[in-house]
T-cell receptor, first 114, second 110 residues
C-alpha cells in the first residue's frame, strides 16, 4: 500500500463546468476526510466518512458540492457549476479511526477555475 | 473555520539553529497534532500529544502542551535545509476530525 492517492493532481476548468475528484485511501483505514486549502491558509474541513457513511459535513460544503464513498473504499468529490472561488487545493486524508496515529494525507488535487 | 493560529507566521533561521513555533487554540481538545507541508504537497504527520500529556519527543522534535493556556509549541532542534516547509498544528476536539491552524512557514538557510 503506497498511501493515499488522489486523482487528478491538477485540474483546470472553465467556470460553470462540473468537476469530479477521486481519492483512494489506505485500504485498512475506515475513515476518509476531505479538506480544502487556499493559498497561505491551513486546510479547512469539508466532510468525513466512516466506512460508507457520511457522518459530518461542513457548512463550507454548499449544495454544489457532493461527496460519496460507495462500499467504503474510494471516495469522489464533485463540484457542480464551478465558480472562481472554488479554486483551491483539495486534500483527502484517511485514518484508522484511532486518531492517536494521525491522518495520512494524499498529495492533493489543485483546482483552478478560469 | 480555523481553530487557532500559529506564531510566528514566518520564520527564517540558519542551518544548525533551533526553530520554535507556537500554536494557540480556542476550545478544549482530545489531542493536538503537528503536520509538515512541503510546497504544493500534502501534509505529513509529525507528532501527536494527548490532552493529558505535557511534553513529547520524537527525534529532533519536541512538543509541549499547556491546556490551561490552550497553547502548544513545536521545537525543531539542529535544523536542516530539508526542514524548510510549512508547519501546522491541528486539534482534535471530539475524536472525529482535525481542525487546523494557519501555519508557520519555516525557511532554513545554508
Amino acid at each position: 500500500d503506497t498511501g493515499v492517492s488522489q486523482d487528478p493532481r491538477h485540474k483546470i476548468t472553465k467556470r460553470g463546468q462540473n468537476v469530479t475528484f477521486r481519492c483512494d485511501p489506505i485500504s485498512e483505514h475506515n475513515r476518509l476526510y476531505w479538506y480544502r486549502q487556499t493559498l497561505g491558509q491551513g486546510p479547512e474541513f469539508l466532510t468525513y466518512f466512516q466506512n460508507e457513511a457520511q457522518l459530518e459535513k461542513s457548512r463550507l460544503l454548499s449544495d454544489r458540492f457532493s461527496a460519496e464513498r460507495p462500499k467504503g473504499s474510494f471516495s469522489t468529490l464533485e463540484i457542480q457549476r464551478t465558480e472562481q472561488g472554488d479554486s483551491a487545493m483539495y486534500l483527502c486524508a484517511s485514518s484508522s479511526g484511532w486518531t492517536y496515529y494521525g491522518y495520512t494525507f494524499g498529495s492533493g488535487t489543485r483546482l483552478t477555475v478560469v | 473555520s480555523q481553530q487557532g493560529e500559529e506564531d510566528p507566521q514566518a520564520l527564517s533561521i540558519q542551518e544548525g539553529e533551533n526553530a520554535t513555533m507556537n500554536c494557540s487554540y480556542k476550545t478544549s481538545i482530545n489531542n493536538l497534532q503537528w503536520y509538515r507541508q512541503n510546497s504544493g504537497r500534502g501534509l505529513v504527520h509529525l507528532i501527536l500529544i494527548r490532552s493529558n500529556e505535557r511534553e513529547k519527543h520524537s527525534g529532533r522534535l519536541r512538543v509541549t502542551l499547556d491546556t490551561s493556556k490552550k497553547s502548544s509549541s513545536l521545537l525543531i532542534t539542529a535544523s536542516r535545509a530539508a526542514d524548510t516547509a510549512s508547519y501546522f498544528c491541528a486539534t482534535d476536539a471530539r475524536g472525529n476530525k482535525l481542525t487546523f491552524g494557519t501555519g508557520t512557514q519555516l525557511k532554513v538557510e545554508l
